[in-house]
């Protein structure tokens, strides 16, 4: 069993920024292909980006490529989102996720955290 803890989101102006963190509570944290989604009010959830399990690399939507960036620490079971040049089409409730494969479905990652809001102000 994995538990994911979502923290960092916030209030911000547009081409502001923020970092989101998500500390996951196992001991097998390297194990696990780690992703962000988020969900916007009425919508679906959508993947946002994901790495893999040691690699420093990330894969990011098309929507937020070049503004986000996705990095995981395993000394401390945490990943990170750094999010730049925010716009107020990225307000929505942002999930971390854990699971085996790395992919852009949400059905495929086991784990979920709670979520954390950002809202984005224009």
């Known amino acids: 069993q994995v538990q994911l803890v979502d923290s960092g989101g916030g209030l911000v102006q547009a081409g502001g920024s923020l970092r989101l963190s998500c500390a996951a509570s196992t001991r097998s944290f390297s194990r696990y292909v780690m992703a962000w989604f988020r969900q916007a009010p009425g919508k679906d959830r959508e993947f946002v980006a994901h790495?893999?399990?040691?690699?420093?690399?990330?894969y990011y939507a098309e929507s937020v490529k070049g503004r986000f960036t996705i990095a995981r620490d395993n000394a401390k079971n945490t990943i990170y989102l750094q999010m730049n040049s925010l716009k107020p089409e990225d307000t929505a409730v942002y999930y971390c996720?854990?699971?085996?494969?790395?992919?852009?479905?949400?059905?495929?990652?086991?784990?979920w955290g709670q979520g954390t809001q950002v809202t984005v102000s224009s």
């Open positions: 996720a854990a699971g085996g494969i790395a992919t852009t479905s949400a059905r495929t990652y086991n784990y």
């Open positions: 790495i893999g399990r040691n690699d420093g690399s990330g």
